[in-house]
């Protein structure tokens, strides 16, 4: 049979198949619209907004209609990043977007519109380049930095913000998130069905290109590089003429660290300890050594042996304990050191790297994740314990990471932990120029 002749045949039904099939897709429309499902279906994408403060708001850009006017979605979100400014959550409010196809950069047509609802002009900041996601992150990077901003409140679609803010966190930001409510930006369960399948294969994209952090990492510490200067920082020292002791677990031990400024480091790490047994041994493995100072640096075991439910309470003893042995050390004339956590390496491996992904489509963190956010947050107390008393601080963190705050694969052993000869290396190359000139000041 020719294609004429089948065409003949299959002709006078063919109105009827095609009003049929236009009314299942019409009747597949509205149950899609009344349907849970498509909430389902995009819930792996929603992140929760956090209550923080930055030092800037960072709106991404949306797009433009007619004489440079921010589209519906542009306007949600200046108004959004408007209302957060005018509550204080920062006091910059960066706007991100170059030109594309519109009339002018989106940037400055939603800068515009921020000042028009009264945010002042000394408020404002634009990049206006950018044509993506991942070039909004690292074009607005410069600004930031010399904003000296490195906590960022991100402000975008609540649909956009898990790829907006890895591509933030993987600048080595500190990411806050605010989000458009998705019942604002979409009208109906179909549209957001839509963008929704088009933010997955972006995700997807973006994760095999390698521009995406960890949306859940506080990002890196603050660098102190020199030597605690308050009036704290002179105490008095039971024997100026003593060792340094390096307290702490494995990651201690393995720190060939032997002399500074012609002063013996004795080594006290003990592997496998936690907190509470440093502070158990302090007395015997510190006070007796009769030391001018003590080097205090590990908690990561803590971290790894916490019970997830029960992280709170253990990260609230981590910090009594070493407030604990500040106090011991400072009663018995001996200057107390504080040494900032490092972080574990991120998934590296194939299998690593897919469950992470899709664990992070599933709103899971990682495991990797987990470890380095809580590792952080206590740096980050410690870092700001050290600078309320006055007490120099080793932050070396810093030294083994890489952007969003993970460790180095080369500074990592193969158990994704253990530091390598080169981690050490780096180590003592940057903290013992910072000791000498510390210690050659006294």
């Known amino acids: 049979m020719t294609l004429g002749e089948r065409w003949r045949r299959?002709?006078?039904?063919?109105?009827?198949?095609?009003?049929?099939?236009?009314?299942?897709?019409?009747?597949?429309?509205?149950?899609?619209?009344?349907?849970?499902?498509?909430?389902?279906?995009?819930?792996?994408?929603?992140?929760?907004?956090?209550?923080?403060?930055?030092?800037?708001?960072?709106?991404?850009?949306?797009?433009?209609?007619?004489?440079?006017?921010?589209?519906?979605?542009?306007?949600?979100?200046?108004?959004?990043?408007?209302?957060?400014?005018?509550?204080?959550?920062?006091?910059?409010?960066?706007?991100?977007?170059?030109?594309?196809?519109?009339?002018?950069?989106?940037?400055?047509?939603?800068?515009?519109?921020?000042?028009?609802?009264?945010?002042?002009?000394?408020?404002?900041?634009?990049?206006?380049?950018?044509?993506?996601?991942?070039?909004?992150?690292?074009?607005?990077l410069p600004l930031l930095q010399q904003l000296r901003a490195t906590r960022v409140l991100l402000v975008t679609d609540r649909l956009h913000m898990r790829r907006a803010a890895g591509t933030f966190a993987r600048l080595g930001l500190t990411v806050e998130r605010a989000s458009v409510p998705i019942y604002e930006g979409h009208v109906n369960n179909v549209d957001m069905l839509l963008a929704g399948a088009r933010e997955f294969v972006a995700l997807a994209y973006y994760g095999v290109r390698g521009w995406l952090g960890d949306i859940y990492a506080s990002g890196p510490s603050t660098r102190t590089a020199g030597v605690a200067t308050t009036a704290k920082a002179q105490r008095r020292l039971a024997n100026p003429a003593g060792p340094i002791v390096l307290l702490g677990a494995s990651y201690a031990r393995g720190w060939p660290l032997a002399e500074v400024a012609g002063i013996t480091v004795v080594n006290r790490g003990a592997a496998g300890h936690v907190s509470t047994e440093m502070l158990e041994r302090f007395e015997?493995?510190?006070?007796?050594?009769?030391?001018?100072?003590?080097?205090?640096?590990?908690?990561?075991?803590?971290?790894?042996?916490?019970?997830?439910?029960?992280?709170?309470?253990?990260?609230?003893?981590?910090?009594?304990?070493?407030?604990?042995?500040?106090?011991?050390?400072?009663?018995?004339?001996?200057?107390?050191?504080?040494?900032?956590?490092?972080?574990?390496?991120?998934?590296?491996?194939?299998?690593?790297?897919?469950?992470?992904?899709?664990?992070?489509?599933?709103?899971?963190?990682?495991?990797?994740?987990?470890?380095?956010?809580?590792?952080?947050?206590?740096?980050?107390?410690?870092?700001?314990?050290?600078?309320?008393?006055?007490?120099?601080?080793?932050?070396?963190?810093?030294?083994?990471?890489?952007?969003?705050?993970?460790?180095?694969?080369?500074?990592?052993?193969d158990d994704g932990s253990h530091i390598t000869p080169a981690g050490y290396a780096a180590l003592s190359a940057d903290a013992t120029p910072m000791l000498e000139a510390h210690f050659g000041s006294r």
């Open 10 to 140: 299959w002709r006078p039904g063919f109105p009827v198949g095609l009003i049929c099939g236009c009314l299942c897709l019409i009747g597949l429309r509205e149950a899609i619209v009344e349907s849970t499902v498509p909430d389902w279906i995009v819930a792996p994408l929603l992140v929760p907004d956090t209550a923080g403060d930055a030092d800037a708001i960072v709106v991404l850009g949306a797009g433009v209609v007619g004489d440079c006017v921010p589209n519906l979605n542009g306007v949600r979100r200046v108004l959004l990043g408007a209302r957060l400014w005018r509550a204080g959550r920062a006091p910059i409010m960066v706007f991100t977007g170059g030109k594309g196809d519109g009339p002018c950069p989106v940037a400055e047509s939603m800068a515009r519109l921020a000042l028009e609802v009264g945010v002042t002009h000394s408020a404002t900041v634009v990049e206006t380049a950018s044509k993506s996601t991942h070039e909004n992150g690292t074009l607005t």
């Open 284 to 413: 015997r493995d510190v006070v007796a050594a009769r030391p001018r100072a003590v080097i205090i640096w590990g908690f990561i075991n803590d971290i790894f042996r916490a019970d997830p439910a029960q992280i709170d309470d253990t990260l609230d003893r981590v910090r009594q304990n070493f407030t604990t042995m500040i106090e011991l050390a400072e009663k018995n004339g001996i200057e107390p050191i504080l040494a900032t956590e490092v972080t574990v390496r991120p998934a590296d491996s194939w299998t690593e790297t897919l469950a992470r992904w899709v664990g992070g489509l599933m709103g899971k963190e990682s495991y990797q994740a987990r470890i380095n956010r809580h590792v952080l947050a206590v740096n980050g107390w410690l870092i700001a314990t050290a600078g309320q008393k006055g007490l120099m601080v080793l932050d070396l963190q810093s030294v083994l990471a890489q952007e969003g705050g993970v460790r180095r694969r080369e500074f990592t052993a």
